[in-house]
């Protein structure tokens, strides 16, 4: 079982930026980030592949978060700039555990969620 822990969430104003981190507590094949917002289905913002090291993004994400990676920490971050108050949300990190999942897009493992408040 892994565990991800996630932090850097908090309250910031439009245009603002914030970074989070999730570090993964064993092997995981890919890491991303998803988000729901209140009354909202959750979705997806960024993924971070360990396989091909390809970065991979949500059209509303792109151009405005940049998620980046540290192998040797395990960890995976997601730098958000641009703030908008549709991205207040909570933000979760979640992991691929297996090569099967990553291949079939899946993710095996999720953490709390660090939540993200934009105000206007």
């Known amino acids: 079982q892994v565990q991800l822990v996630e932090t850097g969430g908090g309250l910031v104003q439009a245009e603002d930026s914030l970074s989070l981190s999730c570090v993964a507590s064993?092997?995981?094949?890919?890491m991303g980030w998803f988000r729901q917002a209140p009354g909202k289905r959750r979705e997806f913002v960024a993924r971070f592949s360990w396989v091909d090291g390809i970065p991979y993004y949500a059209d509303f994400a792109k151009g405005r978060f940049t998620i980046s990676r540290d192998v040797a920490k395990n960890t995976v971050y997601l730098q958000m700039n641009s703030l908008k108050p549709e991205d207040t949300a909570l933000y979760y990190c979640a992991a691929a555990g297996t090569m099967r999942s990553y291949r079939e897009g899946e993710y095996d493992y999720w953490g709390q969620g660090t939540r993200v408040t934009v105000s206007s």
């Open positions: 064993g092997r995981t094949y890919s």
